[in-house]
């Protein structure tokens, strides 16, 4: 199965008015027997947010981003292109029955927000990249933690990780370090 696991940080909660800063992302293939298989290629690109997109200070501050910051970051028309051309690479979009899973932790957040970037980019065909529905690895995990649910503070990726016994290698809310441990989680409870 081809899988891309990817994460964003975003600069608010709406896909229409907001805007992509980092997409993150590692393209696998899973098999059911032996898990992640072959070579496995990763991308991070930080992503200046088109000139209409809003721009919440306090997502920023989430993120530890600057306004100034982001606006030295890569234009969203090239790192559209980018991403295209590394998804025709594995993917032929004019077959129906060769696309790859999107997964996620909250994935459909992510999804959405990457289907609207390619929209504002004038490209209405992101379906036919992804199969749909998304791979939600936080809906995997909360059926794995539905018995003992009560004893996590909260839901957020961290602690998720942490009940299933993996280490935090890095700062959260960086979408590379982030998806990393989607990846563990996901591997972790297909194993059990």
Same mark, same amino acid.
Request: proline fraction near 3%; include cysteine.
């Given at each position: 199965m081809k899988m891309l696991f990817a994460d964003l940080e975003t600069t608010?909660?709406?896909?229409?008015? /907001?805007?992509?800063? &980092?997409? +993150?992302?590692?393209?696998?293939?899973?098999?059911? /027997?032996? =898990?992640?298989?072959?070579? &496995? #290629?990763?991308? /991070?690109?930080?992503?200046?947010?088109?000139?209409?997109? #809003?721009i919440s200070e306090d997502a920023l501050k989430i993120q530890g981003r600057t306004q100034e910051q982001i606006k030295t970051y890569a234009s969203p028309t090239e790192t559209y292109l980018a991403i295209k051309s590394m998804l025709g690479h594995r993917v032929d979009k004019y077959n129906k029955k060769d696309k790859m899973f999107f997964c996620g932790y909250n994935a459909k957040f992510d999804m959405d927000f990457l289907r609207e970037f390619f929209a504002k980019n004038k490209d209405v065909y992101f379906g036919s990249w992804f199969f749909f529905p998304p791979i939600d690895v936080m809906l995997m995990a909360a059926v794995g933690r539905m018995y003992n649910r009560t004893e996590l503070p909260d839901f957020k990726l961290g602690t998720? +990780?942490?009940?299933?016994?993996?280490?935090?290698? =890095?700062?959260?809310?960086? +979408?590379?370090?982030?998806?990393?441990?989607?990846?563990?989680?996901? &591997?972790?409870?297909?194993?059990e």
């Amino acid at each position: 199965m081809k899988m891309l696991f990817a994460d964003l940080e975003t600069t608010g909660l709406d896909p229409k008015k /907001n805007g992509i800063v &980092q997409l +993150a992302g590692i393209f696998c293939d899973y098999d059911e /027997n032996k =898990g992640f298989v072959g070579v &496995q #290629e990763e991308f /991070n690109f930080l992503i200046r947010p088109f000139d209409s997109d #809003e721009i919440s200070e306090d997502a920023l501050k989430i993120q530890g981003r600057t306004q100034e910051q982001i606006k030295t970051y890569a234009s969203p028309t090239e790192t559209y292109l980018a991403i295209k051309s590394m998804l025709g690479h594995r993917v032929d979009k004019y077959n129906k029955k060769d696309k790859m899973f999107f997964c996620g932790y909250n994935a459909k957040f992510d999804m959405d927000f990457l289907r609207e970037f390619f929209a504002k980019n004038k490209d209405v065909y992101f379906g036919s990249w992804f199969f749909f529905p998304p791979i939600d690895v936080m809906l995997m995990a909360a059926v794995g933690r539905m018995y003992n649910r009560t004893e996590l503070p909260d839901f957020k990726l961290g602690t998720v +990780a942490q009940s299933y016994g993996i280490k935090i290698d =890095g700062d959260l809310h960086d +979408a590379l370090v982030d998806i990393k441990l989607t990846m563990q989680l996901f &591997q972790q409870m297909m194993s059990e």
